[in-house]
């Protein structure tokens, strides 16, 4: 299994920010496991700190906006897609304002710094959100449009159209995020001088310039409105007539603003609070879209807070039966795991089989047939049972003994013709031969049962 990560050290980072103008310094910091990405004011008195998740944004008109009451930071969007994309999931950034600097408009200068500070992998595992369904989410007013869909890693399709004969219709695609640093990072964010106006007149886009955005003059305005626009922006005059990109960087690529599209839904999923695994394809995407999207995948993800296991039943089982008798010395009729699919150093996944000639059945109950909740729990310590025996030497002279049960659920009767899936997952590291496992139980993708138990392994005694 994969592991989460935070950085190795702190970095800085200076600039002016995008709409206040104003110097600002954020500073990247190392956090613990499940800390997430959180924002520190520290300009504010207390100096408060924002959760970056996607319910907590407020603003979406011209970037994402974080709150945490009266208490806003702005410009988010960048350095999330870059945390994201370096596979970061702890991050503290403390700020001195109340945006991040928009630096060069794109997420390679924060990209760049993290990979010069380098990566710590935790002790936690990263619990990724696999898609294992189509989920979509439609703006008909606008025609805006995200779907996901499944897929072994995460990836992402975006497709953009403006009536404009210099970006017109555009569309990329990053099959795999680890071509982020040279495909995506470096795409530059992009305006319209047709709506510069009006963002200065909103009191936004004060540090804006031509060296942190795109600039396209794709409709014809007199050379004094153009002259006043530059003035107000405090860059050089152009000819009006001249139409195209204002920029004094040329354009990276032919469809840099759609990979800058890429890059903004990137840092906006960065909101959803883990890692997805599958397919996104996104047409007219912007910020709002974006937020409204990662908002209905939160609530997917509460729905399916535990999601069922991966289970193959055409793959090579990592135990089969025969394996699985020589550490378990359970025989008929209690034997109750059928093989393990996966296993790592503190989890297994387990499966049994529930047939209609289960024993059981024939008194619970013989008109109704129901797998006793009692014998749910037992499968789940034989595999947790499983998972500790893997541990020590000579196994097959060792057994597992109850010593407590907590928190245990059902959810769902589990009958016959149900595949009964475990994953059981240690609490902590086991200690004195005694160790405690969290399990859930799962038919499909439905969680049929939960449990907390405590075990013991103890030596056989020698006949």
């Known amino acids: 299994m994969f592991k989460q990560k935070t950085l190795k050290g702190s970095f800085s980072l200076y600039g002016k920010g995008l709409h206040t103008g104003l110097n600002l310094t954020v500073t990247f910091h190392p956090a613990p496991e499940n800390f997430g990405y959180k924002i520190q004011r520290i300009d504010l008195p207390g100096e408060p ?4 998740m996607a319910e907590n944004v407020v603003d979406t008109s011209r970037g994402t906006v974080v709150a945490n009451g009266d208490v806003r930071c702005s410009t988010i969007e960048h350095a999330m897609a870059a945390l ?49 369904r189509k989920v979509e989410f439609r703006d008909e007013e606008t ?6 869909l499944p897929d072994d ?3 992402i399709t975006a497709m953009l159209s403006f009536d404009s004969e210099f970006v017109g219709s555009q569309f990329a695609t990053l099959d795999n995020i680890d071509d982020f640093p040279t495909e995506i990072a470096s795409a530059r964010t992009f305006v319209f001088v047709r709506e510069i106006e ?13 060296d942190n955005a795109i600039v396209i003059y794709e409709r014809q305005v007199s050379q004094e409105k153009l002259d006043a626009l530059a003035d107000q922006m405090n860059v050089e005059h152009r000819d009006a007539t001249k139409m195209g990109y204002l920029n004094r960087r040329p354009l990276k690529w032919n469809n840099e603003p759609a990979r800058h599209k890429i890059l903004d839904i990137i840092g906006d999923m960065a909101l959803i609070g883990r890692p997805i695994r599958g397919r996104i394809i996104a047409t007219k995407p912007g910020h709002t879209i974006n937020n409204k999207f990662a ?30 008798r020589e550490l378990l010395p359970h025989r008929y009729p209690m034997q109750l795991v059928d093989k393990v699919i996966e296993m790592g150093s503190d989890y297994v996944v387990a499966m049994k089989n529930i047939t209609g000639n289960e024993p059981f059945f024939q008194g619970h109950f013989p008109n109704e047939p129901v797998m006793p909740g009692v014998l749910q729990i037992e499968a789940m310590a034989q595999a947790g049972g499983l998972l500790i025996l893997s541990t020590v030497v000579n196994p097959e002279n060792y057994s597992t003994y109850f010593l407590k049960i907590d928190g245990v659920k059902f959810r769902q009767k589990v009958v016959p013709g149900d595949t009964l899936l475990f994953k059981v997952t240690l609490v902590s590291p086991p200690n004195h031969g005694i160790a405690t496992m969290r399990g859930f139980a799962f038919v499909g993708e ?13 030596e056989n005694k020698k006949q």
């Open 49 to 52: 700190i924002i959760d970056v």
């Open 84 to 132: 994201y994309a370096c596979g970061i999931d702890n991050c503290l950034l403390t700020v001195n304002g109340p945006e991040l600097p928009i630096l060069d408009g794109s997420a390679e200068i924060f990209l760049q710094n993290i990979q010069k500070v380098g990566c710590q992998e935790q002790s936690a595992e990263k619990d990724y959100f696999v898609i294992k």
């Open 143 to 148: 025609g805006s449009s995200i779907i996901i």
């Open 153 to 155: 890693d995460f990836s």
């Open 198 to 210: 009006p963002l200065l007149s909103a009191g936004l886009i004060k540090g804006g310039d031509l």
């Open 295 to 324: 908002r209905q995948m939160r609530r997917e993800i509460r729905k399916h807070e535990i999601q069922a296991p991966h289970y193959d039943p055409i793959e090579k089982p990592l135990m089969d039966i025969n394996k699985v």
């Open 446 to 458: 439905t969680m049929v049962m939960e449990a907390t138990f405590t075990a013991q392994i103890i």
